[in-house]
């Protein structure tokens, strides 16, 4: 049995790997804190996109549930043929304002289905992973507030040892994920621009007019790419399902456009290519596909010069171009998405 027929009955998740072809257009998709917010950008001239930025926001979208979170919801149920998503297992841990203690108690929290209420909550954790720690002391601290007659106790010999016993659940509980994004390259060098903003009004008491100089840094135009992986071993470890998965696939298209930013009001992911391996071992070359998808710029000198996003050699993406270029480099695969036109083609399709 394949993956692509598991994933139908059994809602397992097949392995996989993607490329994000990301459009920036007089805009900042990335702050280096450590250059003044400059786009991040080598030494080589490239322009890079961090993993973490990227993920970022769609755990955002997911925290925030804006209004197409709705319907985004209603697609991954049609899709999966599942019944409603519960919203209590589509919390994000990575946000601003947890409480470590509560979020410490989810681990220590049975769960029957996820192993603990940690990762029943937390879809982030299950997804991409979690690096969640706390110190022996401060875990000796909170407990002895849940149990204060073990802090009475006169040798501490059961204070020591549930301690114990709670910083190896902790540090269990620490995994890694079954999606990976690697960093985000753009594929020439890239050239940035500096402005400076004013305000009409005071940014501070006694300011009549604001500015910043130079403070507002955007790249004219570029094009990214960046890979990501699905791994089903990671996600047996987080208790992972593939509606999770299915989730975070929809999302990648709204990452940009339900994060709006002064800094980057055009920034676009303009395909989305996901490819699902036959089994779980691997049935192609993951980076040599990904390699060949990554669209090669006819004019790198030229770096405000736009590229189109498409592999080399192609002029259009649509089924024929898809299935003749899966035939050439990935024939051992069992399905072909492509997020934003909703091209999908499957093993079978091809001649």
């Not at 994000?92 to 990762?119: A, M, Q, S, W």
């Not at 507030?145 to 114990?164: F, I, N, T, W, Y």
């Not at 540090?171 to 594929?187: E, P, Y």
């Amino acid at each position: 049995m394949n993956q692509n027929t598991e994933t139908k009955n059994n809602h397992a998740i097949p392995r996989a790997c993607g490329l994000l072809v990301i459009e920036v257009v007089n805009s900042n998709p990335n702050g280096d804190p450590d250059r003044d917010s400059d786009p991040r950008q080598r030494p080589d001239g490239l322009g890079e996109i961090s993993p973490v930025s990227f993920k970022r926001k769609l755990r955002d979208i997911v925290d925030q549930k804006p209004p197409e979170w709705q319907l985004l919801k209603a697609a991954v149920e049609k899709r999966l043929g599942i019944g409603p998503l519960a919203e209590g297992q589509f919390q994000i841990l990575e946000r601003r304002g947890r409480v470590r203690d509560e979020v410490e108690l989810d681990i220590y929290t049975p769960d029957d289905h996820f192993g603990n209420k940690f990762l029943a909550k937390y879809w982030d954790a299950r997804v991409f992973g979690n690096t969640f720690l706390e110190k022996e002391d401060t875990i000796r601290k909170r407990w002895t507030s849940r149990k204060p007659s073990l802090a009475e106790e006169e040798d501490g010999k059961k204070l020591k040892q549930e301690v114990g016993e709670l910083l190896k659940q902790i540090r269990r509980n620490i995994k890694s994920g079954a999606v990976q994004f690697g960093m985000g390259l753009s594929i020439k060098p890239i050239s940035i621009r500096r402005n400076t903003q004013t305000n009409k009004a005071g940014v501070e008491e006694g300011m009549e007019q604001g500015m910043a100089p130079l403070g507002y840094r955007f790249v004219p135009q570029a094009t990214y790419t960046m890979p990501f992986f699905i791994n089903p071993a990671g996600a047996a470890q987080t208790k992972c399902r593939l509606v999770d998965i299915e989730v975070m696939l929809a999302l990648l298209p709204l990452a940009y456009p339900l994060n709006p930013s002064s800094i980057r009001p055009l920034v676009r992911v303009v395909l989305a290519h996901v490819l699902e391996h036959e089994n779980p071992l691997g049935s192609f070359p993951d980076l040599e596909v990904l390699r060949r998808l990554t669209p090669v710029p006819t004019q790198r000198g030229k770096p405000d010069e736009r590229e189109e996003p498409l592999p080399a050699g192609y002029t259009a993406w649509g089924q024929p171009e898809v299935q003749a270029f899966l035939e050439e480099h990935a024939p051992k695969f069992a399905r072909y998405r492509e997020l934003l036109s909703g091209l999908e083609i499957t093993s079978t399709q091809l001649s």
